[in-house]
């Protein structure tokens, strides 16, 4: 795990620990020793602890105009044991909807594995605070989601179908990336 990185090819955009605005910013990162880690397994100083134990991420990229980011996710979502979307919701989201942030784009190739809690309230204050915004999820696995379902997720987060549309979504730069993710949600949205 210790070689998972987190995406860096946006960095000559976009880098949060240089963002005032940002729930990282002035984050300094020890490329000497790894500290942190999921289930005893080391991992890159790069992903960014949010208060949870299983669940870390990176902001890849925040357009302010736009009111977009987009987030990276690394481990183990577990809302059963470690309640990861409070810690992510208050320590990551919260900052960010403060700032006018009202689209949010996960990427979770790197989640391996997601519990979930009929507790959904965390899920339910994010999306009523968007308004008019959405929350999506891009490229977790196909396990992962059938979870999101089981736990009924879907009513809060758009994933799957027509979102799946962008696997190669690195290539891209991130406000095209935006654009393409945005025109599938309206879509989806009939807007």
Request: aromatic content about 20%.
């Amino acid at each position: 795990m210790q070689d998972i990185e987190p995406f860096y090819g946006w960095e000559k955009y976009y880098i949060a620990a240089e963002d005032p605005q940002s729930p990282f910013f002035e984050r300094e990162y020890n490329y000497q020793q790894y500290e942190n880690t999921v289930y005893d397994y080391y991992i890159h100083p790069n992903w960014d602890e949010i208060g949870s134990e299983t669940l870390y991420c990176k902001i890849l990229y925040t357009d302010y105009d736009l009111n977009f980011t987009i987030i990276e996710l690394l481990g183990e979502w577990n809302d059963t044991l470690h309640n990861d979307i409070m810690h992510f919701k208050r320590n990551v989201i919260d900052q960010q909807l403060s700032q006018g942030i009202s689209k949010f784009i996960l990427i979770g190739e790197n989640v391996f594995n997601f519990h979930g809690s009929s507790d959904d309230d965390y899920y339910a204050e994010w999306f009523e605070e968007v308004g008019d915004g959405w929350i999506t999820a891009l490229n977790f696995r196909d396990f992962v989601e059938d979870e999101f379902t089981k736990y009924h997720l879907d009513y809060y987060i758009n994933y799957g179908g027509t979102l799946e549309e962008i696997p190669n979504w690195r290539t891209l730069k991130p406000r095209l990336f935006f654009e393409g993710v945005q025109r599938l949600i309206m879509r989806r949205l009939g807007a």
